[in-house]
C-alpha cells in the first residue's frame, strides 16, 4: 500500500477542534458538559448582518466571485484597515480568505520553502508551527514566560533571528494568553523586524476585544518601514460572532497578495458568496453589537479570573484582550493534557491542554461562554482542582 505523504505525519490535528467536537458530542449524548474549549463566541451573529446574506441570496449573488473577493468587500476592508488602524491599504492589497485561518495557510505557501525559518513566540496559536511545517518550512520557537507577561522582548527577536529567517509571527491580541503587546511594546519589536529586514504577519483577530486601558496597534502601522515589511491577517469571526461564517482577509504588499489570490485560485476559489455581503455589513453597519459583546465578554472575564486565582495551585495572569484564560497549573504536579482529560472525564468541564500552545504547564479557558456556564464550570474545576492539591 502507497503511503500518505511525509508532511502529514509531521502535524497532529487541531486539539482546539478535536477538544469542541468531543464536548458537542457529550452533549448530544446528553450529558451536562460545560466546555471552554474553542474560542467560539456564544451570541448569534448581529441581525442586519445575517439581513444582508439574506438579502444578497435573494438578488442571486449565488455564483463565482473573483478568487481575491467581492470587490465592495476588498473596498469595505481597506477603508477599514485605513479608518482604524492607520494602514494605507487598497483593494489590490487585500484577499479574502476562508477565515483568517486561511490567509495564513496561504501565506505559509506563498512564501516559506525548505530551509526557510518562521519565528513564533510561545505559547502561540496552535496551527502556527503546523501551517509553517505544511509548507515545508520550519518553526523556531521562542519561549516566553509569565514574567514578561508572556510577551517576546525585542532582544529575544533579535537572537533567534538567523540569515534563514524569513518571517516572524506576531499575534497580539493573543491566543492563548489574552496579552496585549503596549503601542511601546510594538515600535520596539517593529524596529528589530525593520533593522534586519525580516517579514513579520500579524494576527490581529482579537484587535477588538480589549479590556480596561489596553490599546491595540499594528504593528504595520508603527513606522512607515515597519509597513513595508508586514502582513496583516485578520477576518470577522470573534468580532462578529460570524464563526461558521469563514470570512478573513489578508492585507500585503500587491505581490504577496497576488500570489496568495493565485494559490487561492488553485484551491478554494472565491470564499463563499453571500457570506461575503454579510461581512460588509459587518463593517459598514453599527458597531453597537461589538461593544455590546465586549461588555459581556468584560463581566465573563472578571468572574472567571477571581475564580481561578480563588483556587488553590492556580495562577492566572488578567488578561488584556481576546476571551481567554491561560492558567498556570504547574503547582498542582500535573501536565496539561492529564489535567484536561481527568477535568473532561471526571467533571465534564472542556478547556484545552496548554500542550498545545507549547506550554505544557497551562491550561487555556475560553470564557466566550454565557455566565451559568462558567459559574458551573468553574464550581466542577474547583471540586477537580481540590481533589488534586
Ligand atoms: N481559533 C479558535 C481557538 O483557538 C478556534 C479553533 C481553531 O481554529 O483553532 O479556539
Redesign the pocket.
Known amino acids: 500500500m502507497k503511503k500518505l505523504a511525509s508532511r502529514i505525519e509531521q502535524v497532529p490535528a ?1 486539539l ?2 478535536a477538544i ?1 467536537a468531543k464536548a458537542k458530542a457529550m452533549r448530544a449524548e446528553g450529558i451536562d458538559v460545560c466546555s471552554f ?4 463566541p456564544d451570541f448569534d451573529t448581529p441581525k442586519h448582518i445575517v439581513e444582508a446574506a439574506k438579502v444578497a441570496l435573494d438578488q442571486g449573488k449565488t455564483r463565482y466571485g473573483a478568487a481575491a473577493g467581492e470587490p465592495q468587500l476588498r473596498a469595505a476592508i481597506a477603508q477599514k484597515l485605513q479608518t482604524d488602524n492607520q494602514l494605507c491599504y487598497g483593494a489590490e492589497n487585500i484577499v479574502v480568505t476562508n477565515g483568517g ?1 486561511q490567509s495564513l495557510f496561504n501565506l505559509m505557501l506563498a512564501m516559506i520553502e525548505p530551509g526557510d525559518e518562521v519565528i513564533i513566540p510561545a505559547p502561540y ?3 502556527y508551527p503546523e501551517m509553517v511545517k505544511l509548507a515545508g518550512g520550519t518553526p523556531v520557537i521562542v519561549p516566553t514566560s509569565v514574567d514578561s507577561r508572556f510577551k517576546i522582548t525585542p532582544e529575544q527577536l533579535r537572537h533567534a533571528i538567523t540569515p534563514n529567517t524569513k518571517l516572524f509571527i506576531f499575534n497580539s491580541p493573543s ?2 494568553t489574552g496579552m496585549v503587546y503596549t503601542p511601546d511594546e510594538v515600535r520596539a519589536i517593529a524596529s528589530v523586524v525593520v533593522e534586519t529586514g525580516i517579514w513579520v504577519v500579524s494576527d490581529e483577530i482579537y484587535e477588538k476585544i480589549l479590556y480596561d486601558n489596553a490599546a491595540h496597534l499594528s504593528i504595520g502601522a508603527a513606522s512607515p518601514e515597519s509597513y513595508e515589511y508586514t502582513i496583516v491577517s485578520s477576518g470577522f469571526a470573534k468580532t462578529y460572532a460570524m ?1 461558521g461564517w469563514r470570512v478573513g482577509f489578508l492585507a500585503a504588499p500587491p505581490a504577496i497578495a497576488q500570489a496568495v489570490s493565485k494559490i487561492q485560485g488553485h484551491s478554494t476559489s472565491n470564499v463563499c458568496t453571500f457570506a461575503q455581503y454579510g461581512a460588509i455589513a459587518a463593517y459598514q453597519g453599527s458597531q453597537a453589537c461589538v461593544h455590546d459583546m465586549l461588555a459581556a465578554f468584560t463581566q465573563r472575564r472578571q468572574v472567571m479570573y477571581d475564580y481561578l486565582n480563588a483556587m488553590p495551585g492556580i495562577a492566572c495572569p488578567q488578561p488584556d484582550g481576546a476571551f481567554y484564560m491561560f492558567a498556570d497549573i504547574s503547582k498542582l504536579g500535573m501536565k496539561s493534557l492529564d489535567f484536561c482529560n481527568g477535568l473532561l472525564d471526571a467533571h465534564q468541564v472542556a478547556a ?1 491542554p496548554g500542550i498545545a500552545f507549547g506550554a505544557n504547564d497551562c491550561i487555556r479557558f ?1 470564557y466566550a461562554t454565557d455566565m451559568e456556564t462558567i459559574r458551573k464550570g468553574m464550581e466542577r474545576l474547583e471540586a477537580y482542582v481540590r481533589s488534586i492539591a
Not at 474549549?37 to 467560539?40: D, N, T, V
Open positions: 487541531s482546539t477542534l469542541a474549549s474553542a474560542g467560539e485561518k496559536w496552535l496551527s491566543n492563548p464563526t484545552v475560553s
